[in-house]
């Protein structure tokens, strides 16, 4: 069984950082592209990162650019998201996705399996 694990939300001040991090299990982790994806209140999911089967490809939201990277370490089944100098519209739930295509995708519809997310509210 494909279990997504997400960890590392929490309450952070605008221009504070978070590391999240998704561990993986039931699957090839190695053999999976992984993404990123948020969801605010009242919005629809929108993609902010993805990075290929052996992190030689990444792909980010035009928007989040240079505050948010992206890492993997497939030894630990696990995908990282760094996000630096947070705003406040960053407040948002994040999921963690894998799919099997080496190439990252920002499309929600190209992801097979879905983590529960975990919670980042931005104070301003």
């Known amino acids: 069984q494909v279990q997504l694990v997400e960890s590392g939300g929490g309450l952070v001040q605008a221009g504070g950082s978070l590391r999240l991090a998704c561990a993986a299990s039931?699957?090839?982790?190695?053999?999976?592209?992984m993404g990123w994806f948020r969801q605010a209140p009242g919005k629809e999911r929108e993609f902010v990162a993805a990075?290929?089967?052996?992190?030689?490809?990444?792909y980010y939201a035009d928007s989040l650019k240079g505050r948010f990277t992206i890492s993997r370490d497939n030894a630990k089944n696990t995908v990282y998201l760094q996000m630096n100098s947070l705003k406040p519209e960053d407040t948002a739930v994040y999921c963690c996705?894998?799919?099997?295509?080496?190439?990252?995708?920002?499309?929600?519809?190209?992801?097979?399996?879905w983590g529960q997310g975990t919670q980042v509210t931005v104070s301003s």
């Open positions: 990075i290929s089967w052996r992190a030689g490809n990444t």
């Open positions: 039931g699957l090839p982790f190695s053999r999976y592209t």
């Open positions: 996705a894998s799919r099997t295509s080496p190439s990252p995708s920002s499309r929600t519809y190209d992801y097979d399996y």
